[in-house]
């Protein structure tokens, strides 16, 4: 079992629409969860972070967390063609240093 | 804003020599960490550095690598003897006062082996 899992896609959402995309993780330790954007040739870069459960919202982002689910998501509502990129899943346990990613979610915003 | 500065951007070496990574993390941050990412595949842990050690690191940072952090700004990372599989980009990162809070990452240093 992959520790962070999410669907690689490809996950084609019309422009304006909710873009949704999930990840589970296997190790109940996690305590928190990350959520990068990453351009082809880029480096991943920080949008949203949830350490509790229920919803935090940022902007056009909400993130997602249900922890005896062992689950996690990023909805992107009205999406722009410059949403399209790849969003990494990432999760950490508490008070360790490093981040497990999952394989990511290429994601295509239709005009 | 501050942000994680890394050098050099790309890095082609002959397999078998030594190369070193460049990075500048942001400046009130207390943890340092590498990761690569082979082409086409997923994020990987490296290495984290807090208080001037090694904190933890992963399967893949065997012998062959280190990480220094020679004065009150670079955090580097030397691989001795590069092997063809070494070809990645490699992501210095750094956060603040706790090692499971927000991680920001450089820009990336394409290493090609040949």
């Known amino acids: 079992q992959k520790e962070v899992e999410q669907n690689s896609g490809p996950l084609s959402v019309p422009e304006g ?15 928190s969860f990350f959520w990068y954007r990453q351009y082809s040739g880029k480096s991943p870069e920080l949008i949203m972070f949830i350490y509790s459960n229920g919803d935090k919202e940022d902007g056009r982002f909400t993130a ?5 689910s062992q689950y996690v998501s990023l909805l992107i509502r ?5 949403d399209s990129a790849t969003y990494l899943c990432a999760v950490s346990k508490q008070g360790a240093q490093k981040l497990v990613f999952g394989q990511g979610t290429r994601l295509t915003i239709n005009p | 804003e501050p942000e994680v500065t890394q050098t050099p951007s790309h890095q082609v070496t002959q397999m078998g020599q030594e190369v070193i990574l460049r990075c500048v993390p942001i400046s009130n941050h207390l943890y340092f960490y590498w990761y690569r990412q082979i082409l086409g595949q997923k994020v990987e842990f490296l290495v984290s550095f807090y208080n001037n050690e090694i904190s933890e690191k992963s399967e893949i940072f065997d012998d062959q690598f280190s990480v220094e952090r020679p004065d009150g700004s670079n955090f580097t990372l030397k691989i001795r003897s590069t092997k063809l599989e070494d070809s990645a980009m490699y992501f210095c ?10 991680a920001f990452f450089g820009q990336g240093t394409r290493l090609t082996v040949v």
């Open chain 1, 64 to 68: 997602q967390l249900n922890k005896a």
């Open chain 1, 78 to 82: 009205d999406s722009q063609p410059s």
């Open chain 2, 93 to 102: 990162a750094s956060s603040g006062d706790r090692g499971d809070t927000e």
């Open chain 1, 17 to 31: 629409a909710i873009a949704s995309l999930n990840c589970t993780y296997s190790d109940r330790g996690s305590q």
